[in-house]
């Protein structure tokens, strides 16, 4: 039995948050599924990352940090660790034992995978009917390329993304920053958040499908458009001719938007330009953009009389931009401070850190006190030995 001494790095949670009480099992790794999982967790789900003896492959991933990967930590935030080996009947054994009392389980194991284990939908399902089932896969379920393992980037390329990313008759270019799978960890939120509502209905939980593919597909609605009639090969991007986009200052760049008939006014009267806004030729995006090659040199000459800091002030509300930043200044923005978007963590090994730690704001019910990533198999004495006198144990953090 796992005793209740104080324990620093699993602290209490104060608040519950609109999934209290609601159990998952995490066995996924790197990105779309743990972080899809660690949203679970933000809104008060009590969330158990299980890991292979290795564990999670994006611990390994490079990193400053001398004994942890930053994106880990990033990724997998207020859940506790259990190390189990599914190859192993112990492990396997272990896991059965924890589903039968969890409301949802998460996994990226390729189709096929889960068969040989014995952990696939409809053997779980027989366990605990009441379990929503998560698989979040490359390609989905079915058809020729469900089989093959998919990733982030490799999603980017294949859909149309990178193409998109390029300059104009220039190479593809990556997305970096995993956009795609944290959109499918979003769905996978939403998703799986749905199916809990229906079971409320039937009491029967179900199987919930998320893959890249549809992520990086669903992230396009807007170009996934195709009229009758119409040809395949015809103009997708949506940049609005130039004026809105990244330009260059006396110092650094700013970002500026300006599609509408009100903020094209003000950029033109905030920088001296006043005579563009007059200008019926420029009246419309798809006029400017047309005319684009007229306008931007005069813009970036009028830009260059400024700083992107000096542009954002004078600027103010009246015309939508943002001076070009690193990600490290948002450790101290006001905006971010503002609505406490971060946090301070601490964790086993790599000692106190800040992160981020509210995805989502909640007035009645407010989400819980986020905690550190697990140090690899933090919680699994713990964990087992309370599955085996009480399973509703298992899943409940030892207070201070």
């Known amino acids: 039995m796992a005793d209740d001494s104080p324990d620093p790095y699993t602290p209490q949670r104060a608040g519950n948050g609109p999934l209290h009480g609601v159990r998952v099992l995490d066995l996924s790794a790197y990105i779309a599924g743990p972080y899809g999982c ?239 806004a007059e200008n019926p030729r420029y009246d419309t995006v798809r006029k400017r953009a047309d005319n684009v090659g007229e306008i931007v040199p005069e813009l970036h000459q009028a830009l260059a009389q400024h700083s992107a800091l000096e542009w954002e002030e004078i600027f103010g509300d009246e015309v939508p931009c943002a001076a070009a930043r690193r990600i490290e200044d948002m450790f101290e923005h006001p905006q971010v401070n503002a609505e406490g978007i971060l946090g301070t963590f601490e964790h086993p090994i790599v000692g106190s850190y800040r992160g981020v730690a509210q995805s989502i704001g909640f007035g009645r019910t407010p989400s819980p006190v986020p905690f550190a990533a697990p140090a690899l198999g933090q919680d699994t004495q713990d964990i087992l030995e309370a599955v085996e006198t009480s399973p509703r144990q298992a899943f409940r953090r030892r207070p201070v």
């Open 38 to 276: 660690t949203l679970l967790a933000d809104q008060g789900a009590d969330v158990i990352k299980v890991e292979p003896p290795g564990g999670d492959n994006l611990r390994q991933y490079p990193s400053t940090l001398a004994n942890e990967s930053r994106a880990f930590l990033g990724v997998n935030r207020s859940k506790r660790g259990i190390v189990l080996d599914l190859k192993q009947e112990s492990g396997l054994v272990a896991l059965l034992k924890l589903v039968r009392d969890a409301d949802i389980l998460v996994h990226n194991f390729r189709p096929g995978v889960t068969e040989r284990l014995g952990l696939d939908y409809h053997s779980l399902s027989a366990i605990n009917p009441r379990l929503i089932y998560c698989a979040v896969t490359g390609y989905g379920q079915t058809g020729p390329m469900k089989y093959k393992a998919g990733y982030d980037q490799v999603l980017q390329t294949m859909t149309g993304m990178c193409a998109l990313q390029g300059k104009r008759a220039g190479p593809p270019e990556i997305i970096y920053g995993s956009v795609v799978d944290y959109y499918a960890a979003a769905l996978l939120a939403a998703g799986v958040s749905s199916a809990l509502f229906e079971r409320e209905r039937s009491g029967l939980g179900q199987f919930v499908d998320v893959s890249l593919l549809r992520s990086a597909l669903t992230m396009q609605s807007a170009r996934m458009i195709w009229a009758d009639g119409e040809s395949l090969d015809i103009g997708r991007d949506m940049r609005s001719g130039g004026v809105t986009g990244i330009h260059p200052t006396s110092d650094g760049h700013i970002y500026i938007s300006a599609n509408t008939p009100h903020f094209w006014k003000a950029l033109c009267v905030k920088t001296g330009l006043q005579a563009f």
